[in-house]
């Protein structure tokens, strides 16, 4: 049974360019989950989303990132005009049901803006 | 809000020893679940055990088992006969069991580990 699949493990961007993670989640499981991790700094949660659904993104920044998880695909976590403190890992993290389920984690993306 | 403090920043161990990590965490529930994650230089994060609020019982895994003391609000770590695969980032995690919070894991800033031979 494969892990939680991330893509791309390693993403450069200019400064006001778009950044595109994308996140599979582990078979079976519809919650997914994006925390990003700043250099030195423990993961701090971003966004909850299942099939079709925005269940909580209070850790969101208001502006530039969004994220979806659509009926088909994988999740998309995107950051638009992207700049330098953007830089950081992202992980996501799915589980079978509600947050109470283990969190399964993917390896990361690390995103580094030039 | 919900906090989970780990006070030691890098830690020592030689290799066949035990060492135990801290972590301690405030909230005012009685329903959560706090987990143990691992980040080796791989930057891959694995769970490496999990507590139920609920049980009395601390959660053993192989090596690894908790002393978990919820009047005290202190969950630690304890890694018997460390091995080299052991060196790694650990992180103390808490999850609340009520309603829309349960969807958020809460970490610590993380204890770095280091098994010398």
Same mark, same amino acid.
């Given at each position: 049974?494969?892990?939680?699949?991330?893509?791309?493990?390693h993403?450069?961007?200019?400064?006001?360019?778009?950044?595109?993670?994308?996140?599979?989640?582990?078979?079976?499981?519809?919650?997914?989950?994006?925390?990003?991790?700043?250099?030195?700094?423990?993961?701090?949660?971003?966004?909850?989303?299942?099939?079709?659904?925005?269940?909580?993104?209070?850790?969101?920044?208001?502006?530039?990132?969004?994220?979806?998880?659509?009926?088909?695909?994988?999740?998309?976590?995107?950051?638009?005009?992207?700049?330098?403190?953007?830089?950081?890992?992202y992980?996501?993290?799915?589980?079978?049901?509600?947050?109470?389920?283990?969190?399964?984690f993917?390896?990361?993306?690390?995103?580094?803006?030039? | !809000?919900? $906090? #989970? &403090?780990? /006070?030691?920043?890098?830690?020592?161990?030689?290799? !066949?020893? $035990? #060492? &135990?990590? /801290?972590?301690?965490?405030?909230?005012?529930?009685?329903?959560?679940?706090?987990?143990?994650?691992?980040?080796p230089?791989?930057?891959?994060?694995?769970?490496?055990?999990?507590?139920?609020?609920?049980?009395?019982q601390?959660?053993?895994?192989?090596?690894?088992?908790?002393?978990?003391?919820?009047?005290?609000?202190?969950?630690?770590?304890?890694?018997?006969?460390?091995?080299?695969g052991?060196?790694?980032?650990?992180?103390c995690?808490f999850?609340?069991?009520y309603?829309?919070?349960?969807?958020?894991?809460?970490?610590?800033?993380?204890?770095?580990?280091?098994?010398?031979?």
């Amino acid at each position: 049974n494969a892990g939680v699949m991330q893509n791309p493990r390693h993403l450069v961007r200019r400064r006001g360019q778009e950044a595109r993670l994308r996140c599979s989640p582990m078979k079976g499981h519809s919650h997914v989950y994006w925390y990003r991790q700043l250099p030195e700094e423990g993961l701090k949660f971003m966004v909850y989303l299942q099939k079709e659904n925005i269940i909580d993104e209070s850790g969101m920044p208001k502006e530039r990132f969004s994220a979806e998880f659509p009926k088909e695909g994988p999740s998309i976590l995107r950051i638009q005009q992207v700049v330098r403190g953007d830089s950081a890992a992202y992980f996501c993290a799915s589980s079978p049901g509600p947050g109470r389920e283990t969190q399964y984690f993917g390896p990361g993306t690390r995103l580094l803006v030039l | !809000a919900q $906090t #989970v &403090t780990q /006070s030691q920043p890098e830690m020592s161990v030689q290799e !066949a020893e $035990t #060492v &135990t990590l /801290s972590c301690t965490y405030d909230t005012s529930e009685s329903n959560y679940y706090l987990f143990w994650y691992k980040q080796p230089p791989s930057r891959q994060m694995i769970l490496v055990i999990r507590q139920e609020a609920y049980k009395q019982q601390n959660a053993t895994e192989n090596r690894f088992s908790v002393n978990f003391q919820k009047a005290a609000k202190s969950f630690s770590l304890k890694i018997s006969d460390s091995q080299l695969g052991d060196t790694a980032m650990y992180f103390c995690a808490f999850i609340s069991g009520y309603g829309g919070a349960t969807n958020k894991l809460i970490f610590g800033t993380g204890t770095l580990l280091a098994v010398q031979p």
